[in-house]
């Protein structure tokens, strides 16, 4: 398998999973601003939307959008239990869980990285990301993660998306949920090696 990404960017959260699966895959850096690949290939022959995520299978079939390919990665290796099994309540909720990140969390802060967008913009953009984030720590309380004592799909995704608090000038300071869990997140070994293949850790 290829996964196409650009450091730091939404794609991290696959590449986390990835890396906790155990699959072999191959990272392939894709620039969210040339959209070109290293080698110069067009990205936009290879995903027409032009960003990423996009994790390209064994037999060549493409597949986009993080919270369908962070399912798909548990999928191949149930015993590993990054997703509850599909069709259950538990599984229900962690989709739940992703699409909140998406559409609350991901879309709103994205758009603080747009140089275009007014000022007046950003700061409702940020404040509005503050509280779904103050709600998101108070979820956690009793918690280590997003759906109870262990790690899945949406941890990666919600600890990619915090992580750009840092970069949008959004104070997460007080929110100690939160940061315990950003801090447990830090500490596995495959956010270590995911961020390191991404030259976001030395």
Known sequence: MKLYYSPG?????????????????????????????QDGTDYYGINPKGYVPLL???????????????????DQVPAKKLAPPAG?????????????IASELHKGMGGIFNAAMPEEAKQLMRDKAAGRLKWVDSQLEGKNYLMGD??????????TVTSWTKHTGIDISSLKHLN??????????AVQEAMKAEGLLK
């Open 9 to 37: 960017a939404c794609s991290l959260s696959p590449h986390i999973v990835l890396r906790e699966s155990g699959l072999a895959f191959e990272p392939v850096l894709a620039s969210t601003k040339t959209h070109k690949l």
């Open 56 to 74: 390209e299978l064994d037999n060549g079939e493409r597949l986009s959008e993080g919270p369908a390919i962070v399912q798909y990665i548990a």
């Open 88 to 100: 259950t309540m538990a599984r229900y909720r962690l989709q739940e869980w992703l699409n909140f």
């Open 180 to 189: 315990a869990f950003m801090a447990r997140m830090a500490a596995r070994p």
């Open 150 to 159: 262990e790690f899945s799909v949406a941890d990666a995704y919600l600890f």
